[in-house]
Each structure stands twice: as C-alpha cells, then as structure tokens.
C-alpha cells in the first residue's frame, strides 16, 4: 500500500481509524466545473447524488476526473444497492460506494462484494477508466480490494431491525444513518425531533460501535458536526451545492434586505 499513500482514499481511511472526522459536500448536478471548485474548498470528499440528483454516467466520469490534484475522495451514491449500480460508479474512478436502504445482512454483504474483486467478492473486472484514473493497472485490483470505501445506509424500519447482523458484517467500512427517510420509515414524516427517532439512532450507535464500524449521518452546520461528534459520528454528509449556493447568495443579499422568492417570476 506504500505506493499509494498519496492516494485521498488511503489518508481518508486512516483518519477514520485513528478517529478523526471526515467532511462532505454533496454534489447533485453535471458540473465538473462545480466538481472542481468544491473539491479546492477543504471537504474530504465529494458525495456524488445519483439516487436523488440529475448525474448521469459519463457527466460522473467528467466529474471525477475533474478532482485529479485535488486531496478529495469522490464517492458515489447509486439508486439503489445492486451489484451493476455498484460497477458503474466504480468503474468511473469513485472510490467509494454508499449503498441506499441496506436493509438486511444479505443486502450489506452485497454491498461489500460489489466493491471487491473475485474470490473476496463479485466486481467485474473492466475497471479502464478507473486504471485511468487512479493506480497503475498492474495493481489496480489489489489496491481496490483494500482501499474502496463501502458505506451502507441504514434508513428504514427494516434496517433498524436488522442492524446487529448489519454491522457485523466483515468488509463494511461506515454505517451511515439516513435521519429523514429514518423517521419516514417510523411513522414520522422526517420530523428530527420525534424521541422514537433519537432511540432508534442510540441504537444503531451502539450496535455499530461494537462491531467496530465508522457512524456516519446528515449534519447541517458546524455546531452539528461538533455535538454529533461527541456522540461518535465520524463521517458527515454535509449542505449541497444547491444549497451553499443559497447560503453564499444569503450572507451577501441578507444585510440588503432581500431574500430568495417564493417562486419563479410569472412572465408578463
């Protein structure tokens, strides 16, 4: 591993085990402009939307490529935990995964052998544009198999039930707790306040912790990430670049007197 120590992933990683925090922007548009600009902003890594956003493969590609210099970990999201969703943002260069709704252990064993190489788990093996990217092809597949970040989502009733055999599964990297479609799936309709929801976070923290596994979960401000941090969350999905944009236009129209309107401007 000492030939890539140069590499975000492998510095992201042992931050992680050492217990440091890990910071995230999530990135919802084709823009490798935009990639680019947030990757010099002081994030550890970009979270790149395809569950919820308008990226596409090759606008992924463009983007990943665009964070070449940069120390960032570009980390992907597919639509859902599948094997192929996993190979094709992987095989685009995103050195990590985070899998949505890993309700079951059968689910998060899938996740973990998406994103390793026969006999540790199923990936296939035409990973060009990543060899591109990243490490000489001569030892893509064993730096792979060691460095790729497997993020499971627990974000449902299923996952709450099941998260013991969850988090014991060997290869799983960060359990990251999805708070607003936590609380939907509990009866709450994303309310963060309701207790059942905070019992139910408690939960997984501790079940996690015992597995040895990274936490992971939404944090709005730097007051989040420091009360969350006590808590022992350490990998933190962080505001989108929709809306930094709005906080930046904020700061600089707020004092003015204007503020963002309800809607678009009916033509005349």
Not at 7 to 22: F, H, K, Q, S, T
């Amino acid at each position: 591993m000492s030939a890539h120590l140069n590499n975000p992933v492998v510095r992201l990683r042992r931050r992680l085990a050492e217990g440091d925090i890990a910071i995230g922007a999530v990135v919802m548009m084709n823009s490798p402009e935009l990639a680019a600009h947030l990757a010099g902003q002081g994030f550890d890594f970009l979270w790149f939307e395809m569950e919820h956003g308008s990226i596409t493969r090759e606008g992924l590609r463009h983007m990943i490529l665009a964070t070449r210099g940069f120390d960032i970990t570009p980390i992907s999201r597919p639509p859902v935990n599948e094997l192929w969703t996993a190979k094709v943002v992987l095989d685009q260069g995103s050195l990590g995964v985070i899998f949505p709704f890993t309700s079951t252990p059968q689910l998060a064993q899938q996740a973990v052998d998406a994103c390793k190489y026969p006999p540790n788990g199923l990936r296939g093996s035409g990973a060009l544009l990543s060899q591109l990217r990243w490490p000489p092809a001569a030892d893509y597949y064993d730096f792979a198999d060691q460095n790729i970040l497997v993020v499971a989502m627990v974000e449902d009733k299923a996952g709450l039930e099941n998260i013991e055999a969850i988090a014991a599964t060997p290869g799983l990297d960060v359990i990251f707790i999805g708070t607003s479609d936590l609380s939907f799936s509990l009866g709450f309709r994303g309310d963060q306040k309701a207790p059942q929801l905070a019992e139910a976070v408690a939960h997984i923290v501790s079940v996690a912790q015992r597995h040895g596994k990274v936490l992971g979960r939404p944090a709005g401000t730097a007051e989040d990430i420091e009360k969350y941090r006590k808590q022992g969350f350490q990998f933190f999905m962080t505001a989108t670049e929709l809306e930094l944009v709005a906080a930046g236009a904020a700061k600089l129209l707020g004092p003015l007197g204007r503020h963002p309107s309800s809607g678009p401007v009916t033509p005349v």
